[in-house]
Nanobody
Framework: QVQLVESGGDSVQAGGSLRLSCEIS????????MGWFRQAPGKKREGVAG????????SYADSVKGRFTISIDYAKKTLSLEMNSLKPEDTGRYYC????????????????????WGRGTQVTVSS
């Protein structure tokens, strides 16, 4: 069982920045993708960004392209999400997730590909 612990969520003004982190407790060699997802009240969970752990291609939702950056530090076993130019519509609970199946490479932002999830960290952006 992978343990994923998110941190870095906060309340910020529109236009501000945040950096989310996800600490990974087990061996990354068993996994093929990691991603960040978010869910706002009353809305479906959305794949924000994903990264292939064997070559590094990334994928972003259109709504965050150019503003968010996903990265991974293998030595520190930490997945990060740098978020800039935040908008009120970025508000939600952000989750990191890990996928073992190679199928995740086809759609790194599809939540059904991920079997291990953290508990999330709240991001609130006010206008």
């Amino acid at each position: 069982q992978v343990q994923l612990v998110e941190s870095g969520g906060d309340s910020v003004q529109a236009g501000g920045s945040l950096r989310l982190s996800c600490e990974i407790s087990l061996d990354l060699d068993s996994f093929n993708c990691m991603g960040w997802f978010r869910q706002a009240p009353g809305k479906k969970r959305e794949g924000v960004a994903g990264i292939n752990l064997h070559g590094g291609p990334t994928s972003y939702a259109d709504s965050v392209k150019g503003r968010f950056t996903i990265s991974i530090d293998y030595a520190k076993k930490t997945l990060s999400l740098e978020m800039n130019s935040l908008k009120p519509e970025d508000t939600g609970r952000y989750y990191c997730a890990a996928a073992q199946s190679f199928a995740c490479w086809q759609n790194m932002r599809a939540s059904y590909e991920y079997e291990s999830w953290g508990r999330g960290t709240q991001v609130t952006v006010s206008s």
